[in-house]
């Protein structure tokens, strides 16, 4: 009996018939695996650099105008969402731009306007406030500065897949650029 069972093993041994679908059943899975946390990471540093790109541009359009009207502002949040595609900026962001002038004492938040759907607060605080500014970024008085920011809700393309392991999950990314008015002491609102 233990010949017939050597025999037996031998030759289960020396069979390689099956050995293709046991390696595609391991392969596969690693390979969709690294292809979906590829095809995410992407999509979330695009998001990264669109923001940035983004709020560089709105900051930089306003800081160039000695007074803006409301159209303007519009056209610049316009111009801003246009710079995010492909991502729906309409439903999952906002842009916030703010005018914060020095005073003696600290520098206030002198007017603010939003776009978009879903806006959170503001990281420099809310109009006619006291501005909360970035460390060791300060603001003399009589000068001013334009703040443009901007937040998106990422959502993963394929959350909850227990192939990628959570690798990027829902999260607000957030980015602001901080510019001082090229024309003039301080930019302000026209009708």
């Known amino acids: 009996m233990t010949g017939k069972l050597r025999k037996l093993l031998e030759r289960f041994r020396r069979d390689d ?4 679908a ?29 923001t940035e790109r983004a709020t560089m541009t709105v900051a930089d359009l306003v800081s160039q105008g ?31 731009i703010s005018s914060i002038v020095g005073q003696a004492s600290n520098p206030v938040v002198e007017w603010q306007r939003v776009y978009g759907q879903n806006p959170q607060s503001s990281g420099v605080g809310g109009q006619g406030g006291a501005a909360t500014l970035p460390a060791g970024f300060t603001v003399a008085e009589s000068e001013s500065v334009i703040m443009a920011e901007i ?41």
């Open 17 to 20: 018939r099956g050995i293709t």
């Open 22 to 50: 046991v390696e595609i059943a391991i392969a596969v899975p690693v390979t969709l695996a690294l292809t979906l946390n590829g095809i995410e990471l992407t999509r979330y540093v695009l998001l990264h650099q669109k």
């Open 66 to 96: 000695e007074v803006l009207t409301i159209a303007d502002i519009n056209n610049i949040f316009t111009a801003g969402a246009l710079i995010t595609e492909p991502f729906d900026f309409g439903a999952n962001g906002a842009m916030i």
């Open 151 to 191: 937040q998106y809700d990422y959502q993963p393309m394929f959350p909850g897949n227990p192939i990628l392991g959570g690798m990027i999950g829902n999260g607000t990314v957030y980015n602001y650029a901080i510019f001082r008015p090229r024309y003039t002491v301080k930019v302000r609102l026209g009708s």
